[in-house]
């Protein structure tokens, strides 16, 4: 189709312009019809920019989504044997969430966003989702108890936390349940959301936001202190496809073992990239404040704080480092 390869040719001349002119004459259609592909790509969502005697440049850090060569390097696994890229969305769990109840979706779909308007976060917060991350979801239907699907938290941030290292100057370690922080500030956060009943879920949609291309500029000013990208990490954008596929790879590995070998496989190497195992942690459990040493996590993906007088099983929370 035309507008795909209107699409196309805007990609691959990323690095720079390219003239209504030159792509009329490449595609061999008219200018007219150059610029209303150009409107109706801008309608789906694509930022595109028109500058005034240069011509069009499609702002996409870290190249657009091109699902068939990810696919590819997937060589078959579950999440990601469908991917779906959509240029803008509300927030790509809600998305995928809506497409789950319009068609008979395949297990292992995954949403990834262009931009990203309402992104969400972990308890009802809202996740900044400036230009140039990495967005997405995938769809799980595990038949499992719902104490196990918290578990996947841990499982999938372990994941994650690997495959992430692989563009950090510094390791990429784990916040308790999900978070995944690097030299101090948060890098990627991860949010699952499930329904069913108690003993068996009916679906499971786990969303990542990974702040990839991100200038730290970029940031609201007062998150900018906490949270970083690993462009401001690395010095170099990171290409989305490479990352994408690497990060999924990861996540079949880690679901196929969880499911296969259950989490007491998992738990040596999350307690090995935990930030604050060992250390000194405060966190609120209902309207009581907790402090001590998170002395361990259980095979529960549960944490275990010691303080004067007991040991305290912390099932759900935010971990605050003290000192
Ligand atoms: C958190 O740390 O609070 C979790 C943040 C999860 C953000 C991702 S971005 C992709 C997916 N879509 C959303 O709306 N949220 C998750």
Same mark, same amino acid.
């Given at each position: 189709?035309?507008?795909d390869s209107?699409?196309?040719? &805007?990609?691959?001349?990323?690095?720079?312009?390219?003239?209504g002119?030159?792509?009329?004459?490449?595609?061999?259609?008219?200018?007219?019809?150059?610029?209303?592909?150009?409107?109706?790509?801008?309608? !789906?969502g694509?930022?595109?920019?028109?500058?005034?005697?240069?011509?069009?440049?499609?702002?996409?850090?870290?190249g657009?989504?091109?699902?068939?060569?990810?696919?590819?390097a997937?060589?078959?696994?579950l999440?990601?044997?469908?991917?779906i890229?959509?240029?803008?969305?509300?927030?790509?769990?809600?998305?995928?969430?809506r497409?789950?109840? *319009?068609?008979?979706?395949?297990? =292992?779909?995954?949403?990834?966003?262009?931009?990203?308007?309402? @992104?969400?976060?972990?308890?009802?917060?809202?996740?900044?989702?400036?230009?140039?991350?990495?967005?997405?979801?995938?769809?799980?239907?595990?038949?499992? %108890?719902? *104490? *196990?699907?918290? &578990?996947?938290?841990?499982?999938?941030?372990?994941?994650?936390? @690997?495959a992430?290292?692989?563009?950090?100057?510094?390791?990429?370690?784990?916040?308790?349940?999900?978070?995944?922080?690097?030299?101090?500030?948060?890098?990627?956060?991860?949010?699952?959301?499930?329904g069913?009943?108690?003993?068996?879920s009916?679906?499971?949609i786990?969303?990542?936001g990974?702040?990839?291309?991100?200038?730290?500029?970029?940031?609201p000013?007062e998150?900018r202190?906490? $949270?970083?990208?690993?462009?401001?990490? @690395?010095?170099r954008?990171? %290409?989305?496809?490479?990352?994408?596929?690497?990060?999924?790879?990861?996540?079949?590995?880690?679901?196929?073992?969880?499911? !296969? *070998?259950?989490?007491?496989?998992?738990? %040596?190497?999350?307690?090995?990239? $935990?930030?604050?195992?060992?250390?000194?942690?405060?966190?609120?459990?209902?309207?009581?404040?907790?402090?001590g040493?998170?002395?361990?996590?259980?095979?529960?993906?549960?944490?275990?704080?010691?303080?004067?007088?007991?040991?305290?099983?912390?099932?759900?929370?935010?971990?605050?480092?003290? =000192?």
């Amino acid at each position: 189709m035309n507008r795909d390869s209107v699409l196309a040719e &805007l990609a691959e001349h990323q690095d720079g312009y390219i003239s209504g002119q030159e792509l009329a004459l490449r595609l061999n259609i008219s200018r007219v019809a150059v610029w209303k592909h150009i409107e109706a790509l801008k309608a !789906q969502g694509y930022d595109i920019r028109a500058i005034s005697g240069r011509g069009y440049q499609l702002a996409a850090q870290g190249g657009l989504i091109r699902p068939t060569e990810i696919q590819a390097a997937l060589d078959g696994g579950l999440i990601g044997r469908q991917i779906i890229f959509a240029p803008r969305v509300d927030s790509t769990n809600e998305g995928l969430k809506r497409l789950r109840l *319009e068609q008979d979706l395949a297990e =292992g779909t995954v949403l990834v966003a262009g931009n990203q308007e309402k @992104g969400k976060g972990r308890r009802g917060r809202r996740w900044e989702s400036p230009p140039g991350g990495l967005w997405f979801s995938f769809y799980l239907r595990p038949h499992i %108890p719902l *104490e *196990e699907i918290a &578990l996947l938290s841990l499982v999938f941030a372990a994941a994650a936390a @690997g495959a992430l290292e692989q563009y950090l100057p510094q390791p990429a370690l784990i916040k308790w349940p999900n978070d995944i922080y690097t030299a101090g500030r948060k890098l990627t956060g991860i949010l699952l959301e499930t329904g069913g009943e108690l003993d068996a879920s009916e679906y499971l949609i786990v969303g990542i936001g990974i702040n990839t291309n991100i200038d730290s500029d970029d940031f609201p000013l007062e998150m900018r202190p906490f $949270c970083t990208s690993l462009l401001e990490q @690395g010095q170099r954008q990171v %290409p989305h496809n490479e990352l994408l596929a690497r990060v999924l790879a990861q996540f079949n590995q880690y679901y196929n073992r969880f499911m !296969q *070998e259950g989490f007491p496989a998992i738990l %040596p190497e999350f307690k090995a990239k $935990c930030l604050h195992l060992g250390q000194q942690v405060e966190l609120m459990q209902g309207s009581r404040k907790i402090s001590g040493i998170n002395i361990d996590i259980n095979q529960r993906g549960h944490l275990l704080v010691q303080n004067a007088q007991e040991i305290v099983e912390i099932t759900t929370g935010d971990v605050n480092l003290v =000192g």
